[in-house]
C-alpha cells in the first residue's frame, strides 16, 4: 500500500511540475504581448503605454498559501498557486 501511494505522489508531484511549466509559458507569452500592446496597439490608439512595473502590480503582502505549509509537497504546491495569482493579476492588463 505505501508503494502504491509513494507511486501516485510522485505522480501527482510531475504532474504539478507540468502545470508549473505551462504557467511559465503563459507568462512569458504574456510578456510578448505586453510589449506589442505598448509598441503597436497603443501607439496607434494614441495612448500611454503601460510600464511593466504597473503591469506586474498586485501581488505581495501577507502569505495567502500558508495553511499549505503542512503538507508533504507544499513547496511545489504553493510555487505553483503564487504563478497562478501572479499571472492571473498579470493577464489583467492584456
Excluded at 502545470?19 to 509598441?39: G, H, P, T, W
Excluded at 501581488?59 to 513547496?75: E, I
Amino acid at each position: 500500500m505505501t508503494e502504491k501511494l509513494t507511486h501516485e505522489n510522485m505522480r501527482m508531484t510531475n504532474r504539478i511540475k507540468m502545470v508549473e511549466d505551462s504557467l511559465e509559458f503563459y507568462d512569458q507569452y504574456l510578456d510578448v504581448v505586453a510589449i506589442r500592446d505598448n509598441k503597436y496597439y497603443r501607439n496607434a490608439a494614441s495612448l500611454d503605454s503601460i510600464p511593466q512595473k504597473i503591469r506586474n502590480a498586485g501581488f505581495g503582502g501577507v502569505n495567502p498559501h500558508a495553511s499549505l505549509s503542512a503538507y508533504k509537497q507544499s513547496d511545489i504546491i504553493k510555487t505553483v498557486l503564487t504563478k497562478l495569482t501572479k499571472l492571473d493579476k498579470k493577464s489583467e492588463f492584456c
